[in-house]
Each structure stands twice: as structure tokens, then as C-alpha cells.
């Protein structure tokens, strides 16, 4: 399994980005798909996660500010991200579960400048 993600850049504090995660095979194998993010010196946690059916959860600091929803037929897993903050700073990682393997994209960057 392939993820690849797009999307990131550079923003203002309150903007918008979508990151995008295509994956190499139909995600409706894929148990559930997630959101990381890293910052520079830090572990990388928990954003958004989505299963099979649709169920989503999120962490504490994003709710109400980011969605993750899914495209089945373009095999894509989405992160809508609104009213951005600096600390949202990182690099954004898809992961997927599939089968009893982990698989993780290269990461894309998402900087919110002040």
C-alpha cells in the first residue's frame, strides 16, 4: 500500500488548507485511515481518524476546526482544515491500516504563520 499526500503550504493564522492522501488501493480495504502531524522537535499525535463506515473521531485541539471525510471512489482520504492557528505547524502524515500492516505516507508540510 501506497499513501501520498498534497496539499500543505504555508498559511495565515485563520486560513484554510485541504490536505489530500491517495492510496494505491480501493480504501474500502483499509480498516481505518488517520491524520498525524509532527511538529519539529516533538512526537507526532493523533489528529483525525476514519473507519470503513465513516465514523470519524478527532483530537481535542482540532475539533470543530477540522473534517476528515473519504472518497471511495477516487481512493483519497481528505483533512478539511479551517481557522488555522501557528500551533496546527507541522508536517501531516496518512496512515492506514491494512489487513495487520501499517503504512504511512512521506508527509506534507503545513506552516501557519502569525
Known amino acids: 500500500v501506497q499513501l501520498v499526500e498534497s496539499g500543505g503550504g504555508l498559511v495565515p493564522a485563520g486560513g484554510s488548507l485541504r490536505l489530500s492522501c491517495a492510496a494505491s488501493?480501493?480504501?474500502?480495504?483499509?480498516?481505518?485511515m488517520k491524520w498525524y502531524r509532527q511538529a519539529p522537535g516533538k512526537e507526532r499525535d493523533f489528529v483525525a481518524i476514519?473507519?470503513?463506515?465513516?465514523?470519524?473521531n478527532y483530537a481535542d485541539s482540532v475539533k470543530g476546526r477540522f473534517t476528515i471525510s473519504r472518497d471511495n471512489a477516487k481512493n483519497t482520504m481528505y483533512l478539511q482544515m479551517n481557522g488555522l492557528k501557528p500551533e496546527d505547524s507541522g508536517i501531516y502524515y496518512c496512515h492506514a491500516v491494512f489487513g495487520r500492516s501499517h503504512y504511512w505516507g512521506q508527509g506534507t508540510q503545513v506552516t501557519v504563520s502569525s
Open positions: 476514519i473507519t470503513s463506515s465513516g465514523g470519524t
Open positions: 488501493v480501493s480504501i474500502f480495504r483499509l480498516t481505518v
